[in-house]
């Protein structure tokens, strides 16, 4: 059965540093992969997807994410973070028929971020 | 704002009763999923519609069900309400099925069950 593991429930980082958000993930096939952000009481944004193809994936917001299939992760990186970037972010595994298809996506529990001033 | 509305917002019920949630999808989505997010927990994927039959189903018992209508909103009913139900209640809309489609999220119905 597929599964994400995101290690970190809460992260604390100060305004204007680097960020880094661990995500790993058991999948029997290829995976297909996401980073979400949601904001209290909003829906989730998506930051990025990575299908296949360049291992380095860049999303919106100056976010951008790394595959890496030998160590099964995916981690969620911005070089500089902003107190907007305050958050839970969600990563995501689908399959072949995913990025919210039929057999839906399997979301981690998720990264809380705090951003100190 | 992504164009998917939810409704209502916020809702108490009783356990063992039953409830039903709508989702308005982005105008031109034929396809609609649920999800469902307890707290401190990730969403999980209770079922998607696609053209109005549904097209892909999670670990949720038969209780959960849903509708799809031909302007594409949908509902999603849940029967004999169960402390555990308690949840943020996610509907995404996509244009298609597909795995490339982009799902795009509501703000969610926030479901409490007494």
């Known amino acids: 059965a597929q599964s994400v593991t995101q290690p970190d429930i809460h992260i604390t980082v100060s305004e204007g540093a680097s960020l880094e958000l661990r995500c790993n993930y058991s999948y029997g096939a290829t995976p297909y992969l996401f980073w979400y952000v949601q904001s209290p009481g909003q829906g989730l944004q998506l930051l990025l997807k990575?299908?296949?193809?360049?291992?380095l994936v860049q999303g919106i917001k100056g976010f951008e994410a790394e595959f890496k299939r030998s160590q099964s992760s995916f981690n969620l990186r911005k070089p500089s973070v902003h107190w907007s970037d305050a958050a839970e972010y969600f990563c995501a595994v689908g399959g072949l028929l995913s990025g919210g298809g039929a057999d839906g996506l399997t979301f981690g529990k998720g990264t809380h971020l705090i951003i100190q001033p | 704002e992504t164009g998917v509305t939810q409704s209502p917002t916020h809702l108490i019920k009783t356990r063992g009763q039953q409830v039903t949630l709508r989702c308005s999808s982005q105008s031109g989505h034929n396809t609609v999923s649920w999800y469902q997010q307890a707290l401190g927990q990730g969403p999980q994927f209770i079922f998607q519609?696609?053209?109005?039959?549904?097209?892909g189903r999670g670990n949720f018992p038969p209780r959960f069900s849903g509708l799809q209508f031909p302007n594409y909103s949908s509902e999603l009913n849940v029967n004999a309400l169960e402390l555990d139900d308690s949840a943020l209640y996610l509907c995404a809309s996509s244009l298609a099925a597909g795995r490339d489609e982009k799902l795009f999220f509501g703000s969610g119905t926030q479901l409490s069950v007494l």
């Open positions: 519609y696609y053209r109005e039959e549904e097209n």
């Open positions: 990575y299908f296949s193809g360049d291992t």
